[in-house]
């Protein structure tokens, strides 16, 4: 039976004394297997490829049943999502049986009813290739071959095949002449034409000609004898002896025992456990038994039920050439999925939200299993596996691959300064612990002691570093993630207050780092270590930490003090140059920026329009300073960050229980178009403000009477480049009111927050500047400009391209008698058709008349 975690005291039972005793002494082997947890293996599978715009891409691996094996029949189910193939869908298809060999050629084609190759030595030849459409919610389609028509092996030769289909998957069911569990190499082949296009090789080289095909789906599958099953390991050195229990074994406490490997492991092969069944150690210390996950557990039923066996190839990759954004071109998006929408599916669909917004990155809050269903996340306690509450595994997979195939990057907010500190399986894992701490994971000294209990894991032991270690890549690898933020580092390298340094976390941040960067250096590792030095940032070969990028105290605490403040008086335009200026180690991507947070919008504080008007979030004060935030974090250098609902102008603080109010992008629907103006200048979408992203910045006037700023951000300069950003941080307007710029001539307003269009109630305040021969803020041209209240402004040479609209036929963005008179010189022509009848006539008239004015 579950064991619901508690310990149990064995006592003096003689029958329970005399159990333990038979299970330490019974003799069991140790895993053939390498991996810690519970890893499954086999002698079938069979990967997915896709084609990409250049090359193959492994997309995952999936498992073949092999119920009638015995009879040489195998049967794949391939979800239809997976290679981009719907209901209605059409596909042209070859199989073909070969070898192990690299080099082995196709035995026997289905697509030909004849002898494909007279040896391994001779490449084969496809006939043409065999069509299934997909009618219908379901469907089947039988597809005969010839018996005898190859040169040798009978588990070679395919005798038919039934392709067939339902709402989720499409099947392959090929059956051979012989039985396939007595042999051990056979490998089969199916190549699909999906979509037009397409390669005329193969991924897995083999010496094949398509014979003039195409295709952009490789199922490459092997079969052999080898026995499938369950490999368990975990590390309790402090247990006499571990016992495996689970639903392969009926919950029997002595059934399965695990074998000793000398080094405080133990481990066993399971062949008659499989993917999804649940399961517990039970640690054996000094009479006592100690039920628990297992550690290394990649899914768990929740927090306090069962670990289960989990698959990590079993979710096909649909996005397998994913370019992720520079980092001095992202846009982070912070998100915590169940007040965002509820789950990763939910999320998922969410998507084309952000897209329209223009976010290129987001950073998930943890998604770690925790306690209960409402967290935050920073209180996980299984550092393998996702929260239930949010969905499976393979959701949080679909989430990242749906991501992935819009352009968006996925970074992972994670913890190792703490576990916890309830619901926790690793606390006292095996038993053992000193001063009644957390056993072999944890410090069980003063050192166990953080803000959120006293559950600090033990930098100083080879197997946690390593468990630390393994958690990072397993993450970073297994679910094609772009990027982890470690939560609190500097509770990794020093105690609670910071006064006395812990080397061996250091080093562990050090090791972690070094390890990411051997594995793909261009994932982004943040930290949030919130003390502001350079170190954190510094290469490991200067004796940093090796962080890419860190969150930035010395910007967020300055900023929000400039913005919420009551008095115009009291804001400080050399705080707002010094935290615009300040970059880690000359470097913008060095530091992340932002204005909310969840950390910032929580503890005591709330939303920055909340803190600006306490209980009236919307009004003309909130939206005026909240943006002229947004406009700071988005024009300067580092890396911008928004937290979830910021850019609907969200009010109250966060809090796990109170999901977003997504009503608010009808309400603020021109506050959301702010933003969304914002982050297209910053990722230069109008090709003419590339200068924003660009690692250099001049903050050249600054008027601390009037409360005016403005600074020069640019790349290498030039037309399309350089950018001027002007703000304005008190009630009051400035009007024609002089400032430098780097270049003569005309400057054109490409983005003004106080644009009528973004709400009803700001002034439309605002204009093009022209530069003249003037020096000025030390720079040799000058202007003047008009810079309504509490907004901020930015000009380019290059002006934001014209919306134009069917009717507008010169192209001017304005429809007027220009665009009539050009329609009537092609009247009676298909020139000027704006109606779609085929030719310019009255109607089309009617439609430009009816259009009069600047194009919506």
Not at 222 to 242: D, K
Not at 471 to 490: P, Q
Not at 515 to 522: K, L, R
């Amino acid at each position: 039976m579950r064991s619901n975690g508690n310990n149990w005291m064995i006592g003096t039972s003689m029958f329970l004394t005399f159990a333990v005793a038979i299970a330490e002494d019974r003799v069991v082997d140790p895993s053939a297997h390498a991996g810690m947890g519970a890893v499954p293996y086999g002698g079938a599978g069979c990967q997915v490829w896709l084609q990409g715009e250049s090359a193959w891409a492994n997309s995952g691996t999936i498992h073949p049943d092999l119920t009638n094996a015995s009879s040489g029949t195998v049967k794949w189910a391939v979800p239809l999502h997976s290679i981009g193939v719907q209901i209605g869908d059409t596909i042209g298809f070859d199989i073909a049986t070969s070898g192990s060999g690299l080099t082995d050629p196709g035995v026997d084609h289905l697509s030909r009813a004849d002898q494909t190759t007279d040896g391994w030595g001779t490449p084969s030849t496809s006939g043409t290739f065999l069509e299934y459409e997909l009618v219908g919610s379901s469907g089947s389609a039988a597809f005969p071959d010839t018996v005898g028509d190859v040169f040798d092996y009978v588990n070679l030769d395919i005798k038919w095949t039934v392709v067939s289909h339902d709402a989720l998957n499409l099947y392959f069911t090929v059956n051979v002449d012989d039985d396939l569990t007595v042999t051990d190499w056979t490998n089969f082949m199916f190549f699909l034409n999906t979509k037009d296009g397409g390669t005329a090789d193969n991924p897995w080289g083999r010496p094949i000609d398509l014979g003039g095909e195409l295709v952009d789906v490789f199922l490459g599958s092997w079969v052999n004898n080898a026995e499938s099953g369950v490999s368990f390991r975990t590390w309790a050195p402090n247990a006499s002896s571990v016992a495996l229990v689970g639903d392969f074994n009926n919950w029997s406490m002595w059934s399965t025992m695990l074998a000793s490997e000398g080094d405080g492991k133990w481990s066993t092969d399971v062949s008659y456990a499989s993917i999804g069944d649940e399961y517990q150690y039970v640690m054996i210390n000094n009479g006592v038994q100690y039920w628990r996950n297992d550690a290394h557990a990649k899914n768990v039923t929740n927090s306090i039920g069962n670990s289960v066996v989990y698959d990590p190839d079993a979710y096909l990759w649909n996005t397998t050439d994913f370019t992720r954004p520079a980092w001095n071109e992202m846009v982070v998006y912070e998100m915590h999925v169940g007040t965002f929408a509820g789950g990763f599916l939910q999320a998922a669909n969410k998507l084309d939200y952000l897209v329209d917004l223009g976010i290129n990155a987001i950073e998930l809050m943890p998604v770690w299993e925790f306690a209960g269903d409402l967290s935050w996340g920073y209180n996980a306690a299984h550092p393998f596996a996702v929260e239930s509450s949010y969905g499976s595994p393979n959701d949080l997979k679909r989430f990242i691959d749906e991501a992935h195939e819009r352009g968006i990057a996925v970074l992972l907010d994670v913890i190792y300064n703490h576990w916890g500190p309830t619901d926790m399986d690793l606390w006292q894992y095996d038993g053992w612990s000193e001063n009644g701490l957390g056993g072999i994971y944890f410090y069980n000294d003063w050192r166990a002691e953080t803000p959120w209990g006293d559950t600090r894991p033990n930098y100083s032991v080879d197997e946690v570093r390593t468990y630390i270690r393994d958690s990072v890549l397993y993450w970073l690898e297994d679910y094609r993630l772009d990027g982890l933020r470690i939560d609190g580092t500097k509770w990794i390298r020093a105690t609670d207050d910071g006064g006395t340094e812990i080397p061996e976390g250091w080093t562990l941040l050090q090791w972690i780092n070094d390890e990411v960067d051997a594995h793909d250096s261009g994932k982004a590792i943040i930290c949030e270590d919130l003390a502001g030095t350079d170190w954190m940032t510094k290469t490991t070969g200067e004796g940093g930490a090796g962080f890419d990028s860190q969150w930035d105290v010395y910007w967020i605490h300055p900023i929000r003090g400039v913005i919420e403040t009551v008095n115009d008086s009291d804001r400080s335009m050399w705080t707002v140059r010094d935290s615009v200026m300040a970059v880690y180690n000359g470097d913008q991507t060095d530091r992340v920026i932002y204005t909310e947070s969840h950390d910032e919008v929580a503890n005591g504080r709330s939303r920055v329009p909340e803190e600006i008007a306490p209980g009236d979030a919307g009004n003309w004060f909130a939206r005026k300073r909240s943006t002229l935030g947004a406009g700071l974090v988005l024009t300067s250098a580092g890396i911008p960050m928004l937290f979830q609902g910021q850019e609907f102008l969200e009010d109250g603080f966060f809090h796990d229980d109170d999901p977003l109010d997504w009503s608010k992008v009808t309400t603020y629907s021109g506050i959301l178009q702010l933003y969304t103006d914002l982050i297209a200048l910053r990722l230069n979408k109008n090709a003419n403000s590339a200068g924003l992203a660009g690692g250099s910045t001049n903050v050249h006037h600054l008027n601390d009477t009037a409360k005016v700023l403005a600074y020069h951000r640019w790349e290498s300069g030039g037309n399309g480049d350089d950018v001027v950003v002007a703000m304005n941080f008190t009630v009051d307007p400035r009007q024609s009111y002089r400032i430098g710029f780097p270049h003569e001539g005309e400057w054109y307003l490409i983005f003004n927050s106080d644009d009528v269009d973004y709400s009803s109630d700001f002034g439309n305040m605002g204009h093009d500047v022209s530069a003249t021969n003037f020096s000025y803020d030390g720079l040799p041209y000058s202007g003047l400009l008009d810079i309504a209240p509490y907004s901020v402004q930015i000009f380019s040479q290059v002006p934001n391209p014209v919306e134009t609209c069917l009717e507008d036929i010169t192209g001017d963005g304005i429809v007027s008698v220009d665009d009539l008179l050009t329609m009537i010189s092609g009247w009676g022509t298909p020139d000027w058709d704006i109606t779609g009848d085929g030719t310019t006539d009255v109607s089309d008239i009617l439609a430009i008349i009816g259009a009069f004015g600047p194009c919506p």
